[in-house]
């Protein structure tokens, strides 16, 4: 087992004097086997990214444990959250998010750089290669299409050689054509690095390519049909 | 409609609003004050300028006037007019083992026409009331200078005369206070019993006149020109007499106003870029604005109405700020400077400030509305929008700033040079900036980079936010070389006032020695073991004309814009020195010309040389014909020369110099120097000169060296003031900026953090950023500080005798500025946006 989630509450507070709380996450339990993917379905503000902040060691949880690699993320400073991070997680996010300043080349590098990989070039081309990209290495974000975006993200994300990988609606702002390829992609690179995956998203469809489906419902985490 | 959307901009209260306002707000209160502080001086000299002079006109003279003459000049005028006489001249006087040099006026009992004298004992001293017989009336500080313990006798001349008040507050005074030859009042028939007045001394005769009617100053001049064509008149009247007690402060006010300009540059920087990313959050409200059917000139308007009200609030906020610093001001004027001013807060300064802001806020942002307005909705609507506009396009959008920007400082400094050369030196200082670092940026945004990821991200940074980069840098620099500037100027003017002090310097200066003088006087010295530096022969004169045609005369329609024309009336209508020497001293060169000595041809005027910097002031060329008058005698001269003069030399030096046999028989009085070896105490030497020769001045140099000394210290009190002013509103500047940009970058920082960065390494990237950029604008703005130093001194100061010698130490401030920038940005941006908050706070970047 490498990620146990167990009795994992969080709440909101919103709205100005009088303020009002908002149970996001009420009581979420499940774990995951090493090289398993799973898929979190649910509606949107559902609670999905709150859970997978909380995994992801960017947000803390009220109450309740996320057991990742035999360590309680509740009980571990900033510090050690951000080498978990860098060391053992991925994330790939629905807007892709990459660094507008720097080319597509360099965003997947700066991670290499924080591992202080060797021959961090060659690594950096050679995953750009994985996605199809090496010819755009040079481009800034700006000058890539959203799927081309979406796909360095992807290199970005398996860079540091994550054993968790974490994906939120990875093809939530692509048409379906370039979403369909990306998510084949991802899904071919998953399967080849045995890594595990927790997806995050909405579309049956999608959810369907992973192991296990869980359901998001008003914040109780539920085993799906698959 | 468009005003009402415009001021729904404005209640969405947000932080672009507060750092607009209080920066705009910042950079416009040094202005406000320096404002303040010229309207105070003008309003003085507006209320008082009569009473400085005491009388509607004075005519000023070295021989009197006789009865009739009186009697012709008050035909002039229709109605009455009253006429006051005085006489004014330098003696030397002692008291117990002190001699000083004063200014002994003797005046009739209508003296003064308006205003009063302020005295100790017996308050105020105004027109009607009489000196009395045997009575004088002495200047405060002589009392001091001459050691008295209390008021008793004094000897003038042949005569003693019983002390009978103390005077505090003279007419006439100047704004810098006091004057270096303190005075003595006395009835002109105790003056006559001084013997004073004798043929060859520097005596003045004043006719103060009392107008009821009004009058025409070109008439007058005309009249006495024609009328008195001997006499070489001057007529001042009460503005002239303003302006020209007024001119150091003035002086000093104008430069302060351009180092204040330099804060509003730097506040209009960074508004510039605060805008710049306010709009770009605009630009789909902008493209909604115009789906909607808006034109271009109405969605200017909104915008338009928008700055200007932005404008106005920040003029409001800089008054509410500017004015108890304006009562502050006063304070340490009133308390700690000789300044004789009250400053007081005008609401003049208030529509000045609030006009300033608005148009400057509505110029400068043209260059970004417009390029929008001229975009298509669906680049509007991109989140990648970028204008079109060619760089020269853009560049010419600035200059409508530009040119209000010249408008300003010409204002501010009085001056059609000073002001627009002040200007293109920030400019080309500007452009030179973003030219170099545009470069720069490229270059090193090419270079493949070795190193640390901190550094390579912290680099990267820099050369990819190419427009935050270069305006931080110019921001930077500009304050840099302002920080650098001001300290190198002080330098160079503390180096210029030290000249006077380097090497041997002369303890005496001996005035009106009379020719039948000079060859016991030059015994006498010898005697005493005295080195005696001339007699030198001294004609007073007065430019007429050059190559047939009249000097421009002073005239009260043509009243001096600016200061350049106030300098060169002031020039023209001076009375001039002559002198006439067979050889020059061993430092005066001829730098153009013949040699000096060389006959003149037969049949050709008479030869003179000129000191070079004098002669270009007033654009005369070798071979010129000067005109001039003396005591109403013609005397026509050529330019056969021009003389560089060593004036730290103070010996007897002029800037026409003639060879003998031209002057000798015009009356004349003798000038010398005379130096002491330093173990001897001087004052012995005087007294005894006082006994031989009592008509003979003497001017202690030393002392009114460092009488100027502390004036000087003043000025360059205000200056550095006016450095803390700036620093302040620089630092705040820069803060906004560097805050700004980092706001602008949480989600980059967040992404970040997402992939393992920690909050350290994040502070030292951007700790690395900020180094790079404060260090590199830092070197840049020091060394534009030095050259733009250089450039002031060439052409500002160019009649300065040391001229711009470099300070090592002037770097400090901008440095020590840096230093802290670096430190505020690190404790509370860096610090507050990174470490402090937690990583779900900086997902809300996204």
Known sequence: MILKVEKLKKSYSIGGRRKLSIDVLKDVNFEIQKGETIAILGDSGSGKSTLLSIIGGLDRADSGSVTFLDKELGNLSEKELTELRADSLSIVFQEYHLLPHLTALENIEIVLELHETHEVRKTALRLLNQVGLQERASHFPSELSGGEQQRVAIARSLANNPQLLLADEPSGSLDQKTGTKVIDLFFDLVKERKMTLILVTHGRELAKRCDRIFHLEEGVLVQGDQ | ?846
């Open chain 2, 1 to 846: 409609m468009l005003f009402k959307m415009a001021l729904r901009e404005i209640k969405k209260i947000s932080r672009f609003h507060f750092f607009f306002l209080i920066s705009l707000s910042l950079g416009m209160t040094g202005i406000i004050i320096v404002k303040n502080f010229k309207f105070s001086i003008e309003k003085t000299i507006n209320q008082k300028s009569k009473k400085f002079l005491g009388a509607d006109l004075a005519l000023s003279l070295i021989s009197p006037f006789k009865k009739e003459d009186l009697i012709k000049i008050k035909s002039l005028f229709k109605e009455e007019v009253q006429v006051s006489e005085s006489i004014e001249l330098l003696t030397m006087i002692k008291a117990g083992e002190k001699a000083r040099l004063v200014q002994v006026k003797g005046v009739d009992s209508l003296y003064p026409f308006y205003g009063s004298m302020k005295l100790q004992k017996t308050g105020t001293y105004k027109a009607g009331k009489s000196i009395g017989e045997d009575g004088i009336i002495i200047q405060s500080e002589l009392k001091e200078q001459l050691k008295l313990k209390k008021l008793d006798f004094l000897g003038i001349g042949k005569s003693r005369f019983k002390i009978k008040d103390l005077l505090i507050d003279d007419i006439g005074q100047n704004f810098m206070g006091g004057s270096f030859v303190p005075r003595v009042y006395l009835s002109l028939d105790s003056l006559k019993k001084t013997k004073l007045i004798q043929f060859g001394s520097t005596i003045r005769y004043f006719y103060l006149l009392k107008i009821k009617e009004d009058f025409s100053l070109p008439d007058i001049n005309a009249f006495l020109k024609e009328n008195f064509p001997e006499k070489n008149i001057r007529v001042v009247t009460p503005q002239r007499k303003g302006q020209r007690m007024g001119r150091g402060v003035n002086y000093l006010s104008d430069f302060l106003g351009l180092t204040a300009l330099i804060s509003l540059l730097l506040a209009v920087s960074a508004n510039f870029y605060l805008y710049r990313n306010y709009l770009s959050n605009r630009s789909k409200d902008m493209a909604v604005l115009k789906a909607m059917g808006f034109g271009k000139l109405k969605i200017f308007t909104i915008y338009f109405y928008h700055l200007l009200i932005l404008g106005l609030l920040a003029g409001v906020l800089s008054f509410l700020v500017a004015a108890p610093l304006v009562l502050f001001v006063n304070f340490i004027v009133q308390n700690f400077t000789p300044l004789q001013i009250i400053i007081q807060i005008s609401w003049k300064s208030f529509f000045y400030g609030s006009f300033i802001c608005m148009i400057s806020n509505a110029l400068c942002a043209l260059p970004l509305i417009i390029p929008k307005l001229d975009s298509s909705i669906t680049s509007l609507h991109s989140s990648k929008f970028r204008d079109r506009y060619s760089q020269k396009k853009g560049m010419i959008l600035f200059i409508p700033w530009a040119l209000f920007f010249v408008f300003i400082s010409i204002d501010l400094s009085s001056s059609y040079r000073n002001g627009p050369l002040f200007c293109l030196f920030i400019f080309i200082s500007l452009l030179i900036t973003d030219r170099l670092g545009i470069w720069i940026l490229n270059l090193l945004g090419k270079a493949r980079l070795r190193g640390h990821i901190i550094f390579k991200l912290a680099f990267k940074n820099m050369t990819r936010f190419k427009t935050e980069t270069l305006i931080s840098l110019m921001v930077l620099v500009l304050l840099s070389s302002m920080l650098t500037l001001i300290p190198q100027l002080n330098h160079v003017m503390v180096e210029e006032l030290s000249y006077f002090t380097k090497g041997r310097t002369p303890h005496f200066f001996l005035i009106d020695i009379q020719k039948d003088q000079v060859e016991e006087l030059r015994k006498f010295c010898e005697e005493n073991n005295v080195e005696l530096a001339g007699p030198s022969p001294m004609v007073k004169a007065k430019l007429q004309s050059l190559n047939g045609k009249p000097f421009e005369q002073y005239s009260k329609k043509k009243k001096s814009r600016t200061r350049e024309a106030e300098m060169n009336s002031f020039l023209r209508n001076r009375p001039i020195n002559l002198s006439y020497k067979e050889k020059l001293y061993k430092d005066e060169i001829i730098v153009k010309g013949r040699a000096f000595g060389e006959k003149d041809e037969k049949g050709s005027l008479p030869g003179v040389s000129l000191e070079e910097r004098y002669a270009k002031r007033l654009k005369i060329k070798i071979g010129d014909e000067i005109g001039m008058t003396v005591l109403g005698l013609p005397l026509k001269a050529k330019v056969e020369s021009f003389r560089k003069v060593n004036w730290a030399n103070l010996k007897p030096n002029f800037f026409f110099v003639f060879k003998p046999g031209v002057l000798e028989n015009y009356p004349q009085t003798f000038l010398g120097t005379t130096f002491h070896d330093k173990d001897k105490r001087p004052y012995g030497f005087q007294m005894k000169l006082l006994d031989k020769f009592p008509n003979v001045s003497s001017i202690n140099l030393k002392r009114n060296i460092e009488k100027t000394r502390t004036i000087f210290n003043d000025i360059v009190l205000s200056f550095r003031t006016m450095t803390f002013v700036c620093l302040f509103v620089g630092v705040f500047v820069i803060w906004t900026i560097f805050q700004n940009q980092i706001e602008q970058r949480i989600p980059d920082y967040n992404l970040l953090k997402t992939l393992g960065f920690s909050p350290d390494h994040l502070k030292k990237i951007g700790i690395a950023e900020v180094g790079l950029l404060i260090s590199f604008a830092g070197l840049f703005g020091i060394l534009v500080g030095y050259l733009l130093s250089y450039s002031l001194v060439a052409i500002f100061f160019r009649n300065m005798n040391e001229g711009w010698s470099f300070y090592p130490w002037a770097f400090l401030p901008a440095v020590l500025s840096k230093a802290l920038i670096a430190f505020l940005v690190y404790r509370f941006v860096f610090k507050k946006v990174i470490e402090e908050k937690a990583p779900n706070e900086l997902l809300k970047g996204y």
